[in-house]
């Protein structure tokens, strides 16, 4: 067998990412607060990131000064944060979902290839924050959420391990139970509306290798007039 592998949880992350810009997809980009609809019209690495900050003020210093935000208007570039915005970090840290492990035994399309894999459950916990010059705006971000977390559910997540690809479901745990806590930035520090809910992710890890044909090493077996070598299991060569 060669060398063991573990799936990466960042492709959990990842994977989220896109089920979080999923939720604004198809909606009115005609309707609403003007912030709002230019949300909506924004491209998806525009308005959905995932960033670790301890505050919102924070997100938006480091937005800046990473020139993702860069814009040039008569010639002058500017770097202020395209507001609404969205953005997400998994917290440190790590359960099982349940005892169970389930080993898998599968092969490529082309028969050449066979993996010994091992599907554990695991159970991520991500930080989800909409900010918001306007309440309005915010309003709309928590709304289209909602509805779109009640309605779907389950993502899927691609790993990738010794070579080969895999499509393992994903799912929010308790998504009847929506909780949104208030994080906005005071008045007096510049004042931005922010709301922050934990989301509790259900997926499972892969952990396996390939499994290789043994090596067979050249026996010797000696005669009293001549030696002879063979290949185990593959009769004698003279």
């Not at 505050?55 to 202020?80: C, V």
């Not at 840290?93 to 028969?111: A, C, L, Q, S, Y």
């Not at 309605?151 to 393992?168: C, N």
Request: glycine residues 8%; aromatic residues 12%; proline residues 5%.
């Amino acid at each position: 067998m060669s060398d063991n592998e573990f799936s990466e949880l960042q492709a959990v992350d990842f994977a989220l990412g896109a089920y979080i810009a999923r939720a604004f997809d198809g909606l009115n980009p005609n309707t609403g607060p003007k912030q709002w609809r230019e949300f909506l019209t924004r491209a998806t690495n525009k308005k959905i990131f995932r960033e670790e900050s301890d505050t919102p003020s924070e997100f938006l210093k480091n937005l800046a000064s990473s020139g993702k935000t860069e814009t040039i208007i008569d010639g002058i570039k500017y770097r202020l944060p395209q507001v609404p915005v969205a953005y997400y970090y998994r917290k440190p840290g790590m359960t099982n979902g349940d005892e169970r492990i389930f080993p898998i035994i599968t092969g490529t399309t082309d028969g050449t290839k066979v993996l010994t894999l091992m599907l554990s459950p695991i159970v991520l916990d991500y930080h989800l924050v909409f900010a918001a010059w306007d309440t309005l705006s915010l309003d709309k971000l928590q709304l289209a959420w909602y509805q779109y977390v009640a309605q779907k559910t389950r993502f899927t997540v691609q790993y990738e391990i010794v070579g080969e690809a895999f499509d393992i479901l994903a799912a929010v745990h308790d998504p009847k139970t929506l909780i949104f806590t208030d994080i906005s930035i005071p008045k007096a520090d510049g004042r931005l509306f922010a709301v922050d809910t934990i989301l509790t992710i259900e997926s499972s890890v892969l952990f396996g290798a390939e499994v290789l044909p043994a090596a067979r090493p050249p026996i010797t077996i000696e005669g009293s007039w001549k030696g002879y070598s063979c290949i185990h299991g593959d009769g004698f060569i003279g």
